[in-house]
């Protein structure tokens, strides 16, 4: 159901593109708007991920470097039957991560310093199993997409403020007034569905990562932690580049009130209560041979801001 429902709000996207090039210069409007978002997200399809990588100030690292972090990675890859991802550490206090990448083959995942500094090992096991889960699903190239033709939305609907519009097929002006009505309302239409398609692939997420990792609650635990967290402390990187906030497991950016209202990122609480409720109808379950000795870096109160912002990863 969430695929079914993730393809028709991409087609919902792209329609509201290829009208706001039809209201605003006709055929020809719709032609340059088709050959536009074909153009970005093929440059996106190519290069999203080292763009993503390098606005967050990602480290690239080795089973040499953190070791619990490769290796949770390591063992979630081969449980879900994937190629082994790049893994990098972001040094940002607040905890929280993030996958990349248009396919398995070239994805990459990312984690701050504060998550390893301040989640024990399962909880770090179950946000590791989430972003492999958008990988496998290849939710990155999906919302990448998203975000290339909202942005590409935004574009036009401004060039026909600007500009007044173009004319219609039959060569007639377009009316100024429709313009106007398609810079306001267009952008934001289109940053809604991006929002929508955003919110159902982290439902998706969770649940995939459940099963990955095979204890729910590890997963809901740590999202409790990162909630507390992503509130307390600020993602600098991902206020200067808020653009990438919906690839994180946890809204980075600061703020509360009407904002949450337009998050990329459904309800924290009901996507503990989803999984907590996972966890009642899976019933007692093997841990699978997953170590559960926590991380000697994990705090055990709800949040504590790490002392340095280049502590140990593990």
Known sequence: MNFFRTAVLL????????????????????????????????????????????????????????????GIVQQLAQRGGLPM????????????????????????????????????????????????????????????IAATISGAIGMLAQFGLFFGGGRDSEGRPTNPIVAILAAIFAPLAAFLVQTAISRSREYEADRRGAELCGQPLWLASALGRLDAGVHQVPNYAAEAH?????????????????????????????????????????????????????????????WRAPASRRGPWG
């Open 11 to 70: 087609a919902a996207m792209t329609a509201l593109f290829l009208t706001v090039g039809f209201l605003l210069g006709g055929k020809t409007g719709v032609l340059i708007a088709l050959v536009v978002a074909l153009g970005m997200n093929l440059f996106a399809y190519w290069n999203s991920d080292k763009m993503v990588l390098r606005m967050a100030n990602a480290q690239e690292i080795g089973p040499q470097d953190a070791p619990q972090l490769y």
């Open 85 to 144: 991802p790049r893994v990098y550490i972001i040094h940002e206090d607040q905890p929280n991560a993030f996958a990349t990448g248009r396919d398995p083959e070239h994805a990459a995942v990312a984690a701050t310093t504060g998550l390893l500094q301040n989640l024990s090992h399962e909880e770090i096991t179950g946000v590791m199993a989430h972003e492999l889960s958008h990988v496998q699903h290849r939710d990155t190239l999906t919302m990448t």
């Open 242 to 302: 808020p653009a990438t906030a919906h690839l994180y497991i946890a809204n980075p950016l600061s703020g509360g009130g009407l904002s949450s209202l337009f998050s990329t990122h459904p309800p924290m609480a009901e996507r503990i209560a989803r999984l907590e409720r996972m966890a009642q109808a899976q019933g007692p379950v093997s841990r699978s041979g997953w170590s559960t000795q926590p991380s000697p870096t994990a705090s055990s109160s709800p």
